[in-house]
Nanobody, 130 residues
Framework: VQLAESGGGLVQAGGSLRLSCIFS????????MAWFRQRPGKGREFVAA????????WYGDSVKGRATISRDNARSTVYVELNKVKSEDTGVYYC????????????????????????WGQGTQVTVSS
């Protein structure tokens, strides 16, 4: 599975952004896909995740209530929308899939087994201007 993010750029504080992640290959239907971000000087932080059928979605505390994750499997794309953006949302946003062994991050998703995200895209920069 390969992942490619797009949609980053400069966003005004209070505005919205929508990021896309196109996946190629065939991820397992048991695998969740997620968005993480890395703010300047920080480690990777969980943003949101979604299962194959979109019946389960999980959000990080820092974006809960402002983020919406969705996916269109027919278009092989996962999206995340973030509203009311703040300067703290500035960072590189990464799309991730379970499986793989590249810099894996293990994360607990409520209601299921621990997820090991080990397949990553190259990231897309989001900068929020005040």
């Amino acid at each position: 599975v390969q992942l490619a993010e797009s949609g980053g750029g400069l966003v005004q504080a209070g505005g919205s952004l929508r990021l896309s992640c196109i996946f190629s290959g065939r991820p397992s239907t048991r695998s969740a896909m997620a968005w993480f971000r890395q703010r300047p000087g920080k480690g990777r932080e969980f943003v949101a995740a979604i299962n194959w059928g979109s019946s389960n979605k999980w959000y990080g505390d820092s974006v809960k209530g402002r983020a919406t994750i969705s996916r269109d499997n027919a278009r092989s794309t996962v999206y995340v929308e973030l509203n009311k953006v703040k300067s703290e949302d500035t960072g590189v946003y990464y799309c991730a899939s379970e499986g793989g062994s590249k810099d894996p991050i293990r994360y607990g998703l409520d209601g299921r087994d621990l997820a090991d995200f080990g397949t990553w895209g190259q990231g897309t920069q989001v900068t929020v201007s005040s």
